[in-house]
């Protein structure tokens, strides 16, 4: 079919009613709003996951509030994810290692947004690879896992202090 071509009548009714339906987005909202408001003062923890597989890697930030009240509320906060390098192929356990530094770089980014301290912010990876990475200090790595591995260990030194 070329782009100036009619439509069958199927598929004419079809587009019609796909169209028909864009006004319902008027209607949808996301809320914005991380804990409810009128709430009293909560303790902010942010969690940030961190995964990594063949053709991609990523990282996501939630906020988890408890109350005085006992209330807990948990929010989406941001997300942020990237392709592997197609050229050259980078194995899991380093991209991995690759969601983890963006992962501790989006946690200290959101820890500026959001006024909170780097000891209020938990890190999670699944990867057995990327903890035993960075818990090492006898083995020297090469100079990819170790550039990565030095970033997220500079972080942890700042977090403490």
Known sequence: MGWDEELEPQALKRWKKWESEFANLFNFAVSRCYIPGGTMSCQLVMHVFSDASESSYCSVCYIRAV?????????????????????????????????AVQGVTLGTKMCGDFQ?????????????ATLRFIKNRDRRFYTYVDNRRNIILDHLKRRKS
Do not use: E, H
């Open 67 to 99: 109350c005085i009240d006992g209330a807990i509320y948990v929010a989406f906060v941001t997300a942020k994810n990237r392709l592997t390098p197609m050229k050259k192929r980078v194995t899991v356990p380093r991209l991995d290692l690759c969601a």
């Open 116 to 128: 909170i301290t780097a000891q209020m912010v938990r890190y999670w990876s699944d990867s057995q």
